[in-house]
Structure formats: C-alpha cells, structure tokens
C-alpha cells in the first residue's frame, strides 16, 4: 500500500496510497511558493491607469524569466498577489531616480516579502515618465523580488517553485473511469498549488500514466500504476509507482473515491520529482 518516486542516482520514498488527512496533506506540506502562480496586481505611482495595465503585463512577462508563473490578467485559487508602489525623483536634469516597493501576498492575506529596489534612468523626470524607463524598473523590480523569494525558500520550509503540469495520457483505463481519474487529477494537483495547463510551457511538465489491474485471490484485486513525469521535449525527469490491493466490488462500484486516493497520493510524488529536478538545475 505504497508507491515510490525515484530520479536516476536518487533513493526511493515510499509514501501511503490513500493519505489519512488528505485536507492537511495538500494545506500545509504542499504549501506553494508564490511562484507558482502570482498575479501582478495592483502597482501605483504611474501617468495612467493604461500605463499601469501595460507596466503589470511587462512586469508580469519579466517575472516569467525568472521562472515564474506570472500574469497580469487572470489567477487560480492558490495564485499570490503582487503589488507595489513607485515613487519618481528628478536627481539632477538629465537623470532620474525610480524607488520601487513590493509587496507579496498569499491567496489568504499571509504577508509573505517585502522589498524595494530603486532604478537610475539617464533620463529627464519627463521623458522616464512617458514610458521609456518601465522596461528597467520591470527588470530590476522582478530581479529584486526573485532575490528575495530565493532568500526565504533557501532559509524556511517553503519549497522551491513548481512548475506547471498537463496531465496526458492514461492506459490501462475504460474511458469513462480515465475521465474519472484525470478530473481527480487536476483537482489534486490545483490544491497542492501545482498550475494545471493544457499545454505545457518549456519549463512544464507532462504526467503520464500506465494502470494495469489483476486478480490476486478471491474477491479482491492488484492495481498496479507507473506514472512518467516527463519534460515537454520527451524527456523523462522521474518514475512514480503506486499499487494496492482493494475489493473487487470497490474498483467496480467506488472508482471515483479510488480515483481520489491515487490522485491525491501521485501529488506527492511529483512534489518530491519536481525538488530534485530543481536542486539537480536541470
């Protein structure tokens, strides 16, 4: 009744195959860095309310470089929020000096970093004003911000960004109980603060997946699961594999709770996968 994750050179964990506080599990060990999906909210200090909307995007796609998933437009449930303050100074006539305070904040209010950055502009007050300058603030400001979330994952218990997954095929399944199996899927990996996409960005990855199920004596049966967390360009980065023995009655008359249970345990498998990955830099 376990399953183990393995990177090559990597030693295997096993895990349960239906945790008992599913609730606690996917609330506080999978608490999610904010980089898992932060909303670029709220930024004053701007000309315009059209420049702030263009400056939150900039920012929004600045911060995807620094492996972020960022946006200005739209969040999940477990999405941070971004906000800030700029504040301009003219520091002589032909420079300009841009003071930046942000602040992060979970999906629940918790106050998670604050930081500053100032930016020097070889500009007049006038002309940095106009736009010119928000490409540099949006560079120092995500270098910033990066810097300081590297800070607290490094030193708390906070675990290193994970990245988004699209979950792909299942084999081994009738279709209607691998829709079954796939809808509990992305509900596991969203309240673990895992970003569910369609099609994986470079930096994603993909969650395949191969069931078998067999007699093991009477009235009861094995299932047996390897998943394969795979990078989008066909690359295998991790092996997970779950079995367990239940009822025959149960697999044919409970496979969405089932369906739940295996969801919910493969979670943390690719939680412990995408760590390793990140340590390795790979």
């Not at 904040?105 to 940095?128: N, Q």
């Not at 910033?144 to 218990?157: C, M, P, S, V, Y």
């Not at 047996?224 to 980065?237: A, I, S």
């Amino acid at each position: 009744m376990a399953f183990a994750t393995a990177l090559a050179a990597c030693e295997q964990r096993s895990r349960p195959f239906a945790p008992e506080n599913k609730a606690a599990i996917l609330q506080s060990t999978f608490q999610a860095s904010p980089r898992v999906g932060l909303l670029v909210s709220t930024i004053d200090g701007l000309s315009s309310d059209a420049q702030a909307l263009h400056f939150r995007r900039l920012l929004a796609e600045t911060l995807q470089s620094h492996d972020f998933t960022a946006s200005a437009d739209s969040a999940h449930d477990g999405s941070a929020r971004l906000t800030g303050h700029l504040i301009w100074a003219a520091i002589s006539k032909d420079a300009t000096r841009i003071a930046g305070h942000w602040r992060v904040t979970s999906a629940d209010g918790e106050e998670l970093l604050i930081t500053d950055h100032i930016t020097d502009i070889p500009l007049p007050i006038e002309r940095a004003r106009d736009g010119s300058a928000l490409p540099q603030i949006a560079a120092d400001a995500a270098t910033t911000i990066d810097l300081g979330l590297n800070r607290q994952e490094n030193e708390g218990d906070r675990r290193l960004a994970l990245s988004p997954v699209s979950v792909g095929t299942i084999e081994g399944l009738p279709q209607h109980d691998r829709r079954s199996l796939n809808r509990a899927l992305v509900q596991a990996l969203s309240s673990a603060g895992i970003p569910v996409t369609a099609i994986p960005p470079d930096n994603g990855f993909v969650l395949l997946g191969d069931l078998n199920i067999g007699p093991t004596g009477p009235g009861s049966q094995r299932i047996d699961l390897v998943w394969r967390l795979m990078r989008p360009n066909g690359e295998e980065v991790g092996r997970i594999d779950q079995a367990n023995v239940l009822p025959a009655k149960r697999i044919l008359y409970e496979w969405n709770s089932i369906s739940s249970d295996i969801a919910t345990g493969v979670v943390g498998g690719i939680v412990d996968l995408q760590r390793q990955v990140a340590a390795k830099g790979s």
